[in-house]
């Protein structure tokens, strides 16, 4: 009888065990999913900004190439207004829609 018990112990253990890892490597497998799609998303994310950053450069290359008008305070300062939305301190802006 204490071989039988000993047997059942070991089959018992063995189940145990293999239960475990079953476990485990579930837990690892879903761990291991959600860092992919983070990573996939993250490389979008980079994508993007790295078009968008650019899309600055080549902005920013356009005014720069301008020449002088870039140096001149009043297109500056209409730069600023019309495509940057600036406005001086203590400035009421009225924006008229439908037109």
């Known amino acids: 009888m204490t071989k039988r018990r000993s047997s059942g112990t070991r089959n018992l253990i063995f189940t145990v065990v293999l239960i475990a890892f079953v476990v485990v490597g579930i837990l690892c497998a879903t761990r291991l999913y959600d860092v992919s799609n983070r990573k996939a998303r993250l490389l979008e994310e980079r994508r993007q900004l790295e078009a968008q950053k650019q899309q600055l450069i080549d902005k920013n290359n356009a005014i720069l190439a301008q020449g002088s008008r870039g140096s001149d305070r009043v297109y500056v300062e209409g730069v600023a207004r019309e495509q ?5 301190p203590g400035e009421i802006v009225f924006r008229v829609t439908g037109e």
């Open 84 to 88: 940057l939305d600036m406005v001086y």
